[in-house]
């Protein structure tokens, strides 16, 4: 059995490659700087970076469970979860909101309504939960992810002690059951509706809101990453070579062309990526730490989370101050790109540094006599901050 006590800083580090992907997507498609052919090839970057969000709840999963200790009550998990998640989702909801309401204008490619409904199921992280695009796609839409995030972390405590529940033996049915069901589930609306085509910024097709958006279709890939969590950690997970973990990823890559938009943005690249979790932790585990465990990729991970959410509110308030609102030459659209994803890293060290990270540290955990916190409640506490 591997030592559940194990730090596994490469996962931290990590979790910047996956940021890294999405932030690339998010910098040639968002602020809309290209146009024509190149708007074209930009959408190649769509299924790396939905993949990597499949790989953001795969490694949720993984790591709540890694920390999980028995004992650790539901409460206390959903008080640290909340103050780790919803400061940094309300301040940046928030200023999408006003520059909404004294601009009036919403990025190029983002379709939603921005109503008042929509703030306030945003707000609350429910969005998802409502078969519209206009509610999804509205203010800071990037926290569509969160409203996923939101409904595993209600099912977490039940999920891990069923799964902390099954023999050993059984471990590796409940692995493929759950990989199998990020594949098939997608397929269901295909079966129904047929094939999804067109712009998927634009597309209000519901079979793509079940595929992709709906938080009990995507559960299966956060519970892939706790069922990979346990196999570890009882020493049942196999340590595969390198080829066998990118052929996996390469076989994804060659189907892309020929999914339709259902599969192609949804599970279906969990269980590869799911390889790569389990061989980084295991590489940590086996004192073989690599580059990602380097300060500069686990600082860059940690602050990961406000990377995500703050991508939207920096296109915003920039497209707002530089007037773009016309076509722009290559090079001054390159120029642009590389510039906001660099505004957007400085400010995610930022926001995380002096917002997010005291906000967990005074907040997240009950605090015994004189303000002191529990022993236990400072080793969960230690715990989500690895998270």
Same mark, same amino acid.
Not at 14 to 34: D, E, G, Q, T
Not at 60 to 69: E, I, P, V
Not at 303 to 311: G, H, I
């Given at each position: 059995?591997?030592?559940e006590?194990?730090? !596994?800083? %490469?996962?931290t580090?990590?979790?910047w490659?996956?940021?890294?992907?999405?932030l690339v997507?998010h910098?040639?498609?968002?602020?809309?700087?290209f146009?024509g052919?190149?708007?074209t090839l +930009?959408? $190649?970057? @769509?299924p790396?970076?939905?993949?990597?969000? %499949?790989?953001f709840?795969?490694?949720?999963g993984?790591?709540?469970?890694?920390?999980y200790?028995p004992g650790?009550?539901?409460?206390?998990?959903?008080?640290?979860?909340? &103050?780790?998640?919803f400061p940094?989702?309300?301040?940046?909801?928030?200023i999408?909101?006003?520059i909404?309401?004294?601009?009036?204008? $919403?990025l190029?490619?983002? *379709?939603?309504e921005? %109503?008042?409904? +929509?703030?306030? !199921?945003q707000l609350?992280?429910?969005?998802?939960?409502?078969?519209?695009w206009?509610?999804?796609?509205s203010?800071n839409?990037a926290? &569509?992810s969160? %409203?996923?995030? +939101?409904?595993?972390?209600?099912?977490? /405590?039940l @999920? #891990?002690?069923a #799964?902390?529940?099954c /023999?050993?033996?059984r471990?590796w049915?409940?692995?493929?059951?759950f990989?199998?069901?990020?594949v #098939?589930?997608?397929?269901?609306p295909v079966?129904l509706?047929?094939?999804?085509?067109?712009?998927?910024?634009? @597309?209000?097709?519901d079979s793509l &809101?079940f595929?992709?958006l709906?938080?009990?279709?995507?559960?299966p890939e956060?519970a892939?990453g706790v *069922?990979?969590?346990?196999?570890?950690?009882?020493?049942? &997970?196999?340590?595969l070579?390198? $080829? =066998?973990?990118?052929?996996?990823l390469?076989?994804? +890559?060659?189907?892309?062309? =020929?999914? /339709? @938009?259902q599969?192609l943005?949804?599970?279906?690249?969990?269980m /590869?990526?799911?390889?790569? *979790?389990?061989?980084v932790?295991l590489?940590?585990?086996?004192?073989?730490?690599?580059?990602?465990a380097?300060p500069?990729?686990?600082?860059?991970?940690?602050s990961?989370?406000a990377l995500? !959410?703050?991508q939207v509110p920096v296109?915003?308030?920039?497209?707002y101050l530089?007037?773009v609102?016309r076509p722009?030459? *290559?090079a001054?659209?390159v120029l642009l790109t590389?510039?906001?994803?660099?505004?957007c890293? !400085?400010?995610?060290?930022?926001?995380y540094?002096?917002f997010?990270?005291?906000?967990?540290?005074r907040?997240s955990v009950?605090?015994g006599?004189?303000?002191?916190?529990?022993p236990?409640?400072a080793?969960?506490?230690?715990?989500?901050?690895?998270?």
């Amino acid at each position: 059995m591997q030592d559940e006590n194990s730090n !596994l800083p %490469s996962l931290t580090g990590l979790r910047w490659v996956l940021a890294s992907i999405a932030l690339v997507s998010h910098a040639v498609l968002i602020p809309s700087f290209f146009t024509g052919s190149l708007r074209t090839l +930009a959408y $190649a970057t @769509l299924p790396p970076g939905t993949a990597a969000m %499949s790989g953001f709840f795969v490694l949720s999963g993984f790591l709540l469970t890694w920390k999980y200790r028995p004992g650790h009550g539901a409460r206390a998990f959903w008080r640290r979860r909340f &103050w780790k998640i919803f400061p940094n989702h309300a301040l940046f909801l928030g200023i999408v909101v006003v520059i909404y309401v004294f601009t009036a204008r $919403a990025l190029p490619d983002i *379709v939603g309504e921005n %109503s008042l409904r +929509a703030a306030i !199921l945003q707000l609350f992280l429910v969005q998802n939960w409502v078969p519209d695009w206009g509610v999804i796609g509205s203010f800071n839409i990037a926290t &569509w992810s969160l %409203s996923c995030e +939101a409904f595993f972390y209600a099912v977490f /405590p039940l @999920l #891990v002690l069923a #799964v902390r529940k099954c /023999p050993d033996g059984r471990l590796w049915h409940l692995w493929w059951a759950f990989g199998a069901a990020t594949v #098939v589930l997608p397929w269901i609306p295909v079966a129904l509706q047929g094939l999804a085509h067109g712009d998927p910024l634009r @597309l209000g097709n519901d079979s793509l &809101w079940f595929s992709y958006l709906l938080p009990p279709v995507r559960l299966p890939e956060f519970a892939l990453g706790v *069922v990979t969590a346990r196999l570890v950690q009882t020493g049942h &997970w196999p340590r595969l070579s390198r $080829a =066998v973990i990118a052929m996996p990823l390469a076989l994804s +890559a060659v189907l892309i062309p =020929v999914l /339709p @938009l259902q599969c192609l943005f949804g599970g279906t690249f969990t269980m /590869p990526v799911t390889l790569v *979790v389990a061989a980084v932790a295991l590489a940590d585990i086996d004192g073989r730490t690599g580059r990602l465990a380097r300060p500069i990729p686990t600082t860059l991970g940690e602050s990961s989370y406000a990377l995500y !959410l703050l991508q939207v509110p920096v296109a915003m308030i920039g497209l707002y101050l530089l007037d773009v609102r016309r076509p722009v030459p *290559v090079a001054e659209a390159v120029l642009l790109t590389v510039a906001y994803m660099v505004v957007c890293v !400085l400010l995610g060290l930022l926001a995380y540094r002096y917002f997010e990270n005291p906000l967990v540290r005074r907040f997240s955990v009950r605090r015994g006599g004189r303000g002191v916190p529990t022993p236990l409640a400072a080793k969960a506490v230690a715990a989500e901050e690895a998270r």
